[in-house]
């Protein structure tokens, strides 16, 4: 696809997600890494609503601005994620609703921060970790990002929101969305008593649609925030 194409793309993506309540004001980001390993990024401090094609934000391999306004300050985070999930093309970062709300429940996993409510959960976001809370680009974010090893494509940055990568905008984008959904889901049904999907459900999932999900002993051992 070309850069004029990618742009459209990031653009299409970001005020759908913004019309639909999803990331309010100019709150979250999105990035796309290229072929030669430099990033589209939104810019700092735009709505996703708005974004105009000519001023997002390129980046070279190294993550310094070639072209476009100045990139958001959640570089840290975005270069942590493609840095440990290889297989990542995008990340899609946003202030949604439930999701942010998810993070401030004293009950949640840090190792599953939702459990398995729906098969579309699991096979769009996987498990879901939680990290402890940060300033908004706080380069120790990274850090945090680097100790899930790559082992999660869904993360909660706790009372933020949540970041997610795919293989493709699209794949980020729908994984997003499923786990702001599972979030409400969640939300609404707490202390309710609610049936999750058994083992023996998540298993055949695993099997027939071939998930790569974590293991409670992947993720050690995060306070939330």
């Not at 589209?40 to 310094?64: H, K, M, Q, Y």
């Not at 398995?116 to 945090?144: C, H, I, N």
């Not at 706790?158 to 990568?165: R, S």
């Amino acid at each position: 696809m070309s850069d004029a194409r990618l742009r459209e793309e990031i653009c299409r993506y970001g005020r759908s997600l913004f019309e639909r309540g999803l990331t309010p004001g100019s709150s979250g980001n999105i990035s796309l890494r290229l072929d030669d390993g430099g990033w589209l990024v939104t810019p700092t401090n735009a709505s996703l609503g708005f974004l105009d094609p000519a001023r997002i934000s390129r980046l070279d391999a190294g993550g310094e601005l070639v072209s476009g306004d100045k990139p958001t300050k959640e570089i840290p985070l975005h270069s942590a994620l493609y840095e440990t999930r290889g297989s990542a093309r995008a990340i899609v970062h946003l202030h949604s609703t439930h999701a942010v709300a998810l993070t401030m429940l004293p009950e949640i996993d840090a190792r599953a921060a939702l459990p398995p409510m729906t098969p579309y959960y699991l096979m769009r976001a996987g498990k879901t970790a939680l990290v402890p809370y940060y300033r908004p680009g706080d380069p120790a974010v990274a850090d945090a990002i680097r100790g899930l090893a790559g082992k999660y494509s869904s993360v909660l940055l706790a009372n933020h929101g949540p970041v997610v990568a795919g293989d493709s905008l699209e794949a980020a984008v729908f994984a997003t969305e499923e786990l702001e959904e599972t979030a409400k889901l969640y939300l609404l049904l707490r202390n309710l008593n609610p049936r999750y999907l058994s083992p023996a459900q998540v298993a055949d999932l695993v099997k027939t649609f071939g998930l790569d999900l974590p293991s409670h002993d992947d993720h050690e051992g995060h306070d939330h925030g």
